[in-house]
């Protein structure tokens, strides 16, 4: 997995980004909401990739995430994973290298919302240490009514 990194997302990568959440499942951001948390001076949108090295390097955006910051406590916002590299072990690899990001801007905790129903995301972040912290009902857009968020927060301290 060590070929695979975590940084910063480029402008140029937008229209790819915003391509790349919307086929990985439903309700997903709109490219306009990827673009305003991209220039959000206190969001930081990040891409995992990797490098294939041929006659030009060419980098191929396999994730995204963001990550908002206020003061010593960063929320992240979304975490994608490219649909056809799902349950490949990137998530696991692009979450342990965000955490490592925001440890090392001495953020004191993690938090994030996910859906009560993404038994996958919630193993991964319970492997990750991440506890359950709280609720919000009736939070997530579902195709026939709303789904329940579940709040987890993971101490950096």
């Given at each position: 997995?060590?070929?695979?990194?975590?940084?910063?997302?480029?402008?140029?990568?937008?229209?790819e980004?915003?391509?790349?959440?919307?086929?990985?499942?439903?309700?997903?951001?709109?490219?306009?909401?990827?673009?305003?948390?991209?220039?959000?001076?206190?969001?930081?949108?990040?891409?995992?990739?990797?490098?294939n090295?041929?006659?030009?390097?060419?980098?191929?955006?396999?994730?995204?995430?963001?990550i908002?910051?206020?003061?010593?406590?960063?929320?992240?916002?979304?975490?994608?994973?490219?649909?056809?590299?799902?349950?490949?072990?990137?998530?696991?690899?692009?979450?342990?290298?965000?955490?490592?990001?925001?440890?090392?801007?001495?953020?004191?905790?993690?938090?994030?919302?996910?859906?009560?129903?993404?038994?996958?995301?919630i193993?991964?972040?319970?492997?990750?240490?991440?506890?359950?912290?709280?609720?919000?009902?009736?939070?997530?857009?579902?195709?026939?009514?709303?789904?329940?968020?579940?709040?987890?927060?993971?101490?950096?301290?």
């Amino acid at each position: 997995m060590s070929d695979y990194i975590c940084r910063l997302m480029q402008q140029s990568e937008l229209d790819e980004v915003a391509q790349l959440v919307k086929k990985a499942g439903d309700f997903a951001w709109s490219p306009l909401i990827i673009q305003q948390s991209f220039f959000s001076p206190n969001d930081n949108s990040f891409v995992l990739s990797t490098m294939n090295v041929g006659a030009i390097n060419e980098s191929a955006v396999l994730g995204y995430a963001v990550i908002h910051t206020v003061l010593d406590e960063s929320h992240l916002l979304n975490i994608v994973i490219k649909k056809q590299n799902q349950s490949k072990g990137l998530g696991t690899n692009f979450l342990k290298q965000l955490i490592n990001v925001v440890k090392q801007k001495n953020q004191k905790s993690l938090l994030l919302e996910v859906r009560s129903s993404n038994a996958k995301a919630i193993k991964l972040y319970e492997k990750f240490g991440f506890k359950r912290s709280g609720i919000r009902k009736a939070y997530y857009p579902i195709e026939k009514g709303r789904e329940d968020a579940w709040l987890y927060s993971l101490s950096l301290d």
